[in-house]
């Protein structure tokens, strides 16, 4: 039982973090119907910066998240504006060839430029842990879940109150009547795109001290943000808030009773139950 | 199917000089260029050159096995490793620990990717558009993640490497040992061959009308009666064969396999990449494809670039950029399947193919 509680709140925690990638995807989705095949290797991309300035100026790889996030922020609006915008209306199968594509250059440009060895960020508290109710949790994952949970706070805070905020989600629902509403729709866009990769920015920050570190380590990550969205419903914010925490916890208790090896199966079969037979996503309301 | 027909007559009625004449050159060309490749082991003694023949020949086979689902009736897999992998695994699974030869375990493998392709495509094919894509890549990494799993049928990470290979023979004449490049030069030939006129004739059938006609409006075509989920499958069924004996040949010439190099997603991408690149739906284009990408990557791959870039003089040997792209550029091969998507993607959505077909037309017109 201990073992099960145990599984189930590190679960809970390292979801958080798969939900902050999701909700990246989702609102990237929802304002322009592109789905970001490129998202796992911005989330390397925020881990090399995290790693950067973690090893040259010592910050410590939390606080650097107010660095990487607003740098990558600028990244994504300069991808969106200079290649997602001329794809906006083409067939989805070259969007999201596209994505692929920059994601290969990502990816492989790292490799260029740091070799594809596997780099670790050890932090003095990376192999710490707290006991919280006798149940001891890896501290890391406790600090990345607060700052997740205060990230998340403050993106609903912005897409629920603010002017710019209520703009995106109205581009997400309607572009065309947005777009007569007003709304500079390809500002939108280019927003949208810079806080979708400055969240996956700020997830890598936030994993850096508990995983390993090379090019490729995004691909993982751009499935299961997939996964994650679609089992949220596309498009769908809440969605993907809870399709993380669903997803931590079926990958680590389903490490833990069926072995860790397996534990990605589990998560894709999840997913192409969710797919076949509610489409839609938990949350989603429409498939168009 | 009669309107289709009598839409064919009507183009030969109408152009009765101008098509004949079309068609020798290009069929004088593909004669010569068929004829040439037969012969060509007979000139090249460069066992690299052969390599790379063999490499262009199964990237020729994915691409066009890859064509007829994607290319002709636009379901976009990205998870076709699986079928690569399956092909892969049988032929080799057979070969080391039941000592059959490869010849008859490349059709075992065809069967199991045939399977495969059913199981897949009964729930797959209920998806559409990116739903689809995504549901494709699952399945694939489902196929990796288990095989890198089941220790102990397929070694798991480790991979299985081909240890013996037994020499063909017809009777007690030994054919060939397998130790040279050429027999697999003339298989990878004569597959690839056979693949393109298979989807030339497929594309000029009834069947291939059905798949066209999937590809440009699902609903339209079942409304005419045409049933998309048994033709989306019948599609699949037959690309997933043709990407199994492309696998089945890259595991036995190469001698090694394991389950990223096989089935994992980077495979799943370049299988799409060649006939992106030289253009979907056409029968050339993935020979294009191939073409351009194989030597390009293995350029980079064997730091030929970087080679011509000291001797040219533009980098320094003994310089710290010199020594870099030596040290690196080699395992950045896959750099150059980025670029080009994005560039072909951007600037010519129909491939390089479809490219220059259009530039010979506006000079027409001009």
Sequence with gaps: MEIFIQSLISGILIGGVYALIGIGLTIIFGVMRVINFAHGDLLMLGMYATYGLFTIFHIDPFVSI????????????????VFI????????????????????????????????????????????????????????????????????????????????????????QDREAARL???????????????????????????????????????????????????GGMGSVIGATLGGVLIGIAESVGGVYIGSGWKEVIVFVLFLLVLLFKPSGLLGKSRT | MSSVGHADFVVTQALPAARPKARVVPLTLVTISVGGLFMLPLFVESTYILHMMVLIFINVIVGSAWNILGGYTGQYSVGHAAYFGVGAYTTMMLLQFRQVAPWIGIWAGAGAALVTALIIGSICFRLRGPYFVLA??????????????????????????????PPLKIGETVI??????????????????????????VLRSKLGYFFQAIREDQDAAHSLGINPTLYKNSALALSAIFTSLAGSLYAVYVGFIDPSTVLGLDLSVQIVMICIIGGVGTIFGPVIGALVLVPLSEALRSNVITDLLIRSGIVHEDSKVGAFLKENLAHAHVLIYGILVVIVILFMPEGILGFFKKLAARRRKA
């Design chain 1, 85 to 172: 915008n001329r794809v906006l209306g083409a067939l989805p199968q070259n969007q999201i060839l596209l994505t692929i594509g920059l994601g290969l250059i990502m990816s492989n440009a790292m490799m260029l430029a740091f070799t594809s060895d596997y780099k670790i960020l050890s932090t003095t508290y990376s192999s710490s842990s707290v006991k919280i109710l006798g149940i001891s949790i890896s501290s890391p994952l406790v600090i990345s879940f607060a700052i997740t949970a205060a990230i998340t706070a403050a993106l609903y805070w912005f897409l629920l109150k603010t002017n710019t905020g209520q703009a995106i989600r109205a581009t997400a």
């Design chain 1, 181 to 231: 509403m007003g709304i500079n729709v390809k500002r939108m866009s280019i927003i949208a795109f810079g806080l979708g990769t400055a969240l996956a920015a700020a997830a890598g920050g936030l994993i850096s001290p508990t995983y390993y570190i090379f090019p490729q380590v995004g691909s993982v990550f751009t499935l299961k943000a997939f996964v994650i969205t679609v089992l």
């Design chain 1, 66 to 81: 107010l660095i990487t996030a607003p740098l990558l922020f600028l990244f994504g609006a300069f991808l969106q504006k």
């Design chain 2, 176 to 201: 060939t040992d397998w130790s040279e490049k050429i027999p697999f030069y003339f298989t990878g030939l004569i597959f690839a061959l056979i693949v393109i006129v298979v989807s030339r004739m």
């Design chain 2, 136 to 165: 494709s890549i699952a399945v694939a990494e489902i196929f990796r993640v288990s095989a890198l799993n089941l220790k102990n049928i397929t070694n798991g990470a480790e991979g299985i490497l081909i240890t013996e290979l």
